[in-house]
């Protein structure tokens, strides 16, 4: 019916331009010539061209216009939601019932070191690390599999250095520490720029999978928004943390599944099976591990995929409310590290599979490629759409992915509401109830912590449906998490690193960054390009007509705003570092308020170990100062 209307509205135009040209043959022109002549209408017609050629190559090789989903689909996606509400609900009826802050946020602090390495790998990869990385490869490449190389180094800078610090002081919110170390406008400061950051990423990794599902398997996207926010809000509500990192366990199963089930049901399409992806993957151009590159300009290169993906993984682990609250529900220290390299294992092995999968896909469509050919919007939307263009022939399966896409949002989701809900307890209500002169006990701290869920749930949701207008997911992601998390890890090392450091020159150069930050992540950029693609094998490929992208000169940027987006927390971290201990060292000059003493736990433990030496070698030498003047005084009194 579709091919029908638009023929006949193309025929509707050429008829009226026909008939003002009244002294040609009809007979001797073509129908699409007769457009081109007239009032240059050849963009017209090639309109009409593109779409009967979509719909064509649609039905004709089981793209968008193929299977649906069937009951077997929606039971798997209606269990897993289930399982994962049933879960809050034990937890809020068992053991303490959830009625203390201590177990509401810490889990009573005896979670074990693989159920921890698991959360926190799946509040590190959402849906958006899913698709985005999937994506990544197929347009751009494999080298962009150097950037899991982060977590490798950035672990044991955590283990040994931030990590012993937040442990020591068991604190509900990493912005607690700040308030010890600088005073309690620094920790605002912080707590109000993190607050920001994660509700908007929040609210982006809600709207993900929407978008990606809506528009290749024909789920309605504000019901998929309202399923994942409410259902995880409710469960990470109600069964507080314990119910978030077991649910987890689940979640992580169904991600890790529905990578292999893609994998699986290509690797029984693909000529020569999986062994041929490889050389598909040379021949295309996709194994380009070849760019070493010192220019920071350059999107991927070793270098920047090296260090930013190191400093990347320092803002998501090392002094993230998310993940820094999951380790403190360690029983030790030492359990704590343990689940540190044990995450290491699980996000090497989550993504080296999304890798993979990346390059297979590549394989299957690279002689028709679904956007060139105008099926999907943007590459972000490849896997589910081979899901819905493959894996609907087998019942169930396609059912079973989306449920592992739903898991990446829901995990991330749940660890975020709860974390930001106890961030939100300890910097903004508790501060309040000390100020009217009053306490909050262990048993309402439970309470409001989960109206603070509700209501962070509630927000989340409002920019979920605010996301559309954000641009792109992926460079959303990267600005929020490049503008704001840089310069937040920055202030955390400034504390921990740096003795002479202080609250007016911290402030000074947090705000700093954040400025420069937001300014340079949110600037216009030069359009990303993508490696060659092709559109030869497709069904009716000689009438798809492929829209040019614009090209411009990069060098028409600004230099700044050409910066590989991987440079973003290393700038921010950087200028935060740098302003503030410049700032630092001139307040300390410039005032005459003699330094606190601070308590030497506040320091990362090199630094910590030597300020104690310190001030024992002066402890010692004031004492024998002492004894001698004491010494003297006797003998001139005799």
Known sequence: ????????????????????????????????????????????????????ASLLQ???????????????????????????????????????????????????????????????????????????????????????????????????????????????????????YLDRRFGSTARLTASIAYFIQYILFNGVVIYAPSLALEATTGLNGTMS????????????????????????????????????????????????????VW???QEGGRINFNHFEWDPTVRHSW????????????????????????????????AARKALCLNVILSISLISVVVFSGLVLYAYYKDCDPVTAGKIKSYDMIM???????????????????????????????????????????DYLNPLFRRCGAELDDTKAATYGKIMAVLTGIASLGIAFLASTMGSLIQTVVAIHGALGGPLLGLFTLGMFFESANETGAIIGVVMALVASVFTAFATKPPTPVLPMSIAKCVNATLITTAQSPTSDPSEFFYMNRLSYLWYPILGWNMAVTFGSIASFIVSKVSKVSSPILDPSLFTPILAARIRRRREREAAEGSQVFVLDTKSFDREAI
């Open 58 to 176: 649609m039905d004709g090789d089981g793209g968008l216009g193929g299977g649906e989903l069937q009951w077997a689909d929606w039971l798997a996606i209606a269990i897993m939601l289930a399982i994962s509400a049933g879960i809050g609900v034990y937890y809020r009826f068992s053991g303490g019932r959830q009625k203390t802050a201590e177990e509401y946020f810490a889990a009573d602090r005896s979670t074990g070191s693989s159920m921890i390495a698991i959360a926190m790998m799946v509040a590190c990869f959402s849906a958006i690390s899913i698709l985005g990385w999937t994506s990544e490869i197929y347009s751009n490449g494999a080298i962009f599999f150097v950037l899991i190389s982060g977590v490798v180094t950035a672990t044991p800078v955590i283990a040994y250095f931030y990590l012993p610090v937040f442990y020591e002081l068991q604190t509900l919110s990493v912005f607690e």
């Open 384 to 426: 589910p759409y081979f899901a819905k263009d493959r894996m609907t022939r087998i019942p169930g399966l396609t059912g079973l992915f989306i449920s592992g896409i739903f898991s990446a949002s829901l995990s991330t989701v749940s660890a975020m509401l709860n974390s930001l809900a106890a961030m939100a307890l300890a």
């Open 303 to 334: 270098l920047s995929l090296i260090f930013g993906g190191m400093f990347w993984f320092l803002i998501v682990l090392a002094t993230s409310q998310v993940q820094v609250q999951r380790m403190l529900t360690a029983k030790s220290l030492g």
């Open 225 to 276: 928004i309202l399923l994942i926010g409410i259902i995880c809000t409710f469960y990470s509500t109600i069964g507080g943390i314990k119910a978030v990192i077991v649910t987890d366990l689940l979640q992580a199963a169904l991600m890790f599944a529905c990578v292999y089930c893609v994998i699986g049901v290509a690797a029984t399409e693909l000529e020569g099976g999986l062994w041929r």
């Open 279 to 281: 050389a598909t993957a």
């Open 1 to 52: 019916i579709q091919i029908y209307i638009i023929t006949v509205e193309c025929i509707f135009y050429c008829s009226i331009l026909i008939r003002q040209w009244h002294n040609t043959d009809i007979e001797q022109l073509p129908l699409c010539g007769t457009c081109a002549i007239f009032f240059d209408h050849e963009f017209l017609w090639q309109s009409k061209q593109l779409q009967i």
